[in-house]
């Protein structure tokens, strides 16, 4: 059998089916040839096994295997090594890909040798549709140019955060010994660091080749007493790896990195709806962190103008802190999340 030129890994862990269909549906869709590697994050259910050995019976490209469960760093490392296309591509099993989309970003990364090609994605909201790319034309970054694009790891609104929107050169993964954390709550963005911090070809290409599509359900709107904890200890934890490269933009992006977590934390944390804290609990944890050592020093140092507008006035609020200000600026986005 030919090998694949692109290996389409898909974490499970308890989807509805008629999600975890669309996702297959759209790999599927592929005209190069490709594999659909489903990685079952512990044991499926019978109606979803039933409805995966139904999709392979119909198609030889899709094949899975199932984990004891271990997270989505977990499944997503476990579908590298099963993986044999020369590029590999991660799909949530709630998204799907865009076929053309992705098949522009192997043929750009055949043609220019890169070892990672990253695209366009669709962000699908409930009212609305958002449009996220790095650049609005192809590109390449080789050598030392590869450090300007590390720096937009740190850019949350530029798309190159995530682990998926791109293709990844399999056997650079492999010799680098590349693979998600599992020990970090966050697994992307480290997962995208190391990658891209020894790579010396990336490219970029102006196609949309995903869609994410932001449920409810995926939302933070439980409320986690060690939720601003795990975060902070992350950062600082992945504060270690900027550290080594001795690299000034790459820490100046680092800092604003800080600040976007900062502001999920106000939200999701000071500021959340279930955790039943008066004004009052609220004034004293907002004033806790960012008088943190962590967050005062991005504060002062981050330069936000990268930052999408609403971040920015935000970010702004945050950093003098107005208190009351940011209170309403979370209350009004957690509306609209929620």
Same mark, same amino acid.
């Given at each position: 059998?030919?090998?694949?030129?692109?290996?389409?890994?898909?974490?499970?862990?308890?989807?509805?089916?008629?999600?975890?269909?669309?996702?297959?549906?759209?790999?599927?869709?592929? /005209?190069?040839?490709?594999?659909?590697?489903?990685?079952?994050?512990?044991?499926?259910?019978?109606?979803?096994?039933?409805?995966?050995?139904?999709?392979?019976?119909?198609?030889? /490209?899709?094949?899975?295997?199932?984990?004891?469960?271990?997270?989505?760093?977990?499944?997503?490392?476990?579908?590298?090594?099963?993986?044999?296309?020369?590029?590999?591509?991660?799909?949530?099993?709630? +998204?799907?890909?865009?076929?053309?989309?992705?098949?522009?970003?192997?043929?750009?990364?055949? @043609?220019?040798?890169?070892?990672?090609?990253?695209?366009?994605?669709? @962000?699908?909201?409930?009212?609305?549709?958002?449009?996220?790319?790095?650049?609005?034309?192809?590109?390449?970054?080789?050598?030392?140019?590869?450090?300007?694009f590390l720096r937009t790891v740190f850019l949350v609104d530029?798309? /190159?955060?995530? =682990?998926?929107?791109?293709?990844?050169?399999?056997?650079?993964?492999?010799?680098?010994?590349?693979?998600?954390?599992?020990?970090?709550?966050?697994?992307?963005?480290?997962?995208?660091?190391?990658a891209v911090v020894g790579m010396d070809c990336v490219g970029?290409?102006?196609?949309?080749?995903?869609?994410?599509?932001?449920?409810?359900?995926? *939302?933070?709107?439980?409320?986690?007493?060690?939720?601003?904890?795990?975060?902070? =200890?992350?950062?600082?934890?992945?504060?270690?790896?900027?550290?080594?490269?001795?690299?000034?933009?790459?820490?100046?992006?680092?800092?604003?990195?800080?600040?976007?977590?900062?502001? *999920?934390?106000?939200?999701?944390?000071?500021?959340?709806?279930?955790?039943?804290? +008066?004004?009052? @609990?609220?004034?004293?944890?907002?004033?806790?962190?960012?008088?943190?050592?962590?967050?005062?020093?991005?504060?002062?140092?981050?330069?936000?103008?990268?930052?999408?507008?609403? @971040?920015?006035?935000?970010?702004?609020?945050?950093?003098?802190?107005?208190?009351?200000?940011?209170?309403?600026?979370? =209350?009004?986005?957690?509306?609209?999340?929620?």
């Open positions: 059998m030919k090998q694949p030129q692109l290996s389409v890994i898909i974490p499970v862990y308890k989807t509805l089916e008629d999600r975890l269909l669309r996702a297959l549906n759209s790999a599927s869709s592929l /005209t190069i040839p490709h594999e659909t590697v489903v990685v079952f994050d512990g044991e499926p259910g019978t109606s979803l096994l039933e409805m995966m050995d139904s999709y392979a019976a119909g198609d030889a /490209t899709v094949r899975w295997i199932t984990i004891a469960h271990a997270g989505v760093a977990g499944a997503r490392n476990a579908g590298i090594r099963e993986a044999t296309g020369i590029w590999m591509t991660f799909l949530d099993a709630d +998204d799907e890909i865009k076929p053309v989309g992705m098949e522009e970003l192997v043929a750009y990364g055949n @043609k220019h040798g890169c070892q990672l090609v990253q695209g366009r994605y669709i @962000k699908q909201m409930t009212d609305t549709t958002e449009q996220c790319s790095l650049m609005s034309s192809s590109g390449l970054f080789r050598a030392d140019e590869v450090r300007s530029y798309g /190159t955060s995530t =682990a998926w929107s791109k293709i990844f050169l399999r056997s650079f993964l492999i010799e680098h010994h590349v693979f998600f954390d599992e020990t970090l709550p966050i697994e992307d963005t480290p997962f995208m660091f190391d970029f290409v102006p196609a949309n080749c995903y869609v994410y599509y932001r449920n409810g359900d995926s *939302l933070v709107t439980s409320f986690r007493k060690d939720y601003a904890q795990r975060i902070a =200890a992350y950062l600082l934890e992945f504060k270690k790896r900027v550290d080594t490269l001795n690299d000034q933009g790459v820490s100046s992006a680092f800092e604003q990195y800080v600040v976007f977590y900062l502001l *999920l934390v106000m939200m999701h944390y000071v500021f959340n709806p279930a955790n039943g804290w +008066d004004i009052h @609990k609220q004034h004293a944890e907002f004033d806790h962190l960012v008088r943190t050592d962590l967050y005062r020093y991005a504060l002062d140092h981050a330069d936000c103008r990268q930052f999408s507008r609403s @971040k920015r006035i935000t970010a702004f609020v945050v950093r003098h802190h107005m208190f009351r200000l940011t209170r309403l600026i979370c =209350a009004f986005r957690n509306r609209q999340l929620h």
